[in-house]
């Protein structure tokens, strides 16, 4: 699945989802949900429990959080508009819609974001708060409740402060 982005020439954000489906090579014919702000350079990640995870009746959930809003049709961007807006969708149910959920505690934008299935918390690690201006800050939100739940920082910080970075997990 893939949501968000800009397109090449002309710098505009894309609030469109797709799926990809490997077994047709093809996009989904489906009719996907949008998110509910249009920007690119945000943090994703998928929260899908197994049989042998601490919550495994937990809902398939794709988060999004973060990003720019701002048009630039420069490559690399030489401006943003940062975003603090969270969003989720439950996978694989008849809603077919983003639930927008707590903003982050600042506008970040290219956060890296994972999921801690042991500890059921949603991680968002760093991004720049201003344009070039990486943060090494994390945050948590707690996953019993991604739509009510604030996102919190955390005691501790990334090693260097950076954006653009990914976050994967290693547990499972």
Same mark, same amino acid.
Not at 1 to 21: E, I, Q
């Given at each position: ?8 020439s002309?710098? !505009? ?7 990809y *489906? ?10 996907? *949900?949008?998110?509910? !702000? =249009? ?5 994703? +990640?998928? %929260? ?8 495994? #009746?937990?809902?398939?959930? /794709?988060?999004? +959080?973060?990003?720019? #809003? ?6 690399? @961007?030489? +401006?943003v ?11 694989? #149910?008849a809603?077919? +819609?983003? @639930?927008?959920?707590?903003n982050?505690?600042? =506008?970040? %934008?290219?956060? =890296?974001?994972? @999921? ?5 918390? !949603?991680y /968002?690690f760093?991004? *720049?708060?201003?344009?070039? /201006?990486p943060?090494?800050?994390?945050y948590? !939100?707690? /996953? ?7 996102w @919190?920082?955390?005691? &501790? ?5 950076r954006?653009?970075?990914? *976050?994967i &997990?290693?547990?499972?």
């Amino acid at each position: 699945m893939f949501t968000g982005g800009r397109f090449y020439s002309d710098g !505009l954000s894309y609030a469109t989802t797709d799926a990809y *489906a490997p077994s047709l090579n093809s996009t989904s014919g489906k009719i996907e *949900a949008s998110i509910s !702000l =249009a920007r690119h350079g945000s943090g994703y +990640a998928c %929260y899908q429990p197994i049989s042998t995870d601490p919550f495994p #009746t937990d809902t398939p959930t /794709l988060f999004i +959080a973060g990003g720019s #809003t701002g048009t630039n049709i420069s490559q690399p @961007v030489t +401006a943003v508009t940062n975003s603090n807006r969270f969003e989720y969708s439950y996978l694989g #149910t008849a809603s077919n +819609a983003f @639930v927008t959920g707590s903003n982050t505690p600042i =506008a970040l %934008y290219y956060p =890296a974001m994972e @999921v801690s299935y042991e500890k059921r918390k !949603l991680y /968002l690690f760093g991004g *720049a708060s201003e344009f070039n /201006l990486p943060v090494d800050q994390v945050y948590s !939100l707690d /996953l019993a409740n991604p739509g009510g739940n604030p996102w @919190v920082p955390e005691s &501790i910080n990334m090693p260097r402060s950076r954006f653009g970075h990914k *976050a994967i &997990i290693l547990s499972r």
